[in-house]
């Protein structure tokens, strides 16, 4: 997944689970050049969102292993990964992920919402806990959506 290629690398730079911001954005803006410093830290804010980043005193901390990401060689992040997933997309991706086909998932999906009434997102994370992926913040946020 590229965003969390993208926001390993700062951390993989420095061999820590934990930067400053600032540290955080000269990484990705001004080191790398894949952002501009606003880019960055909405990177943070969309790492934050997916759960792979948390905000702890001015750091940006890690929520995962960054030594284990491989970053390939040539990798640059395309600037849609600054963009919020949906909880529908995220759980689309971990199917994907998981070596499922993306339009048959979508179509079983589509179904599933179909036949029983409910919400895309409900639906996705059924089909995903039905074929064992783990989708749980993704299936949280499907829960919480439904409770709105």
Known sequence: ???????????????????????FVVALAL???????????????VGAGRGLLARE???????????????PEEFEPD?????EQSTFERILDALVADGHDKQEA????????????????AAAALYARRRGVDVGDAARAARDELRE
């Open 1 to 23: 997944m590229s965003l969390e290629v993208a926001v390993a690398v700062p951390f993989k730079q420095q061999g820590t689970t934990r930067l400053g911001e600032g540290e």
């Open 31 to 45: 080191d790398r050049s894949w952002f501009s410093p606003d880019q960055a830290k909405r990177l943070i804010d």
């Open 57 to 71: 005193d001015g750091d940006v901390v890690a929520q995962f292993d960054p030594a284990s990401v491989s970053v």
């Open 79 to 83: 600037e849609s990964i600054l963009r």
């Open 106 to 121: 979508v179509a079983a999906i589509n179904e599933t919402q179909r036949r029983l009434g409910i919400a895309v997102e």
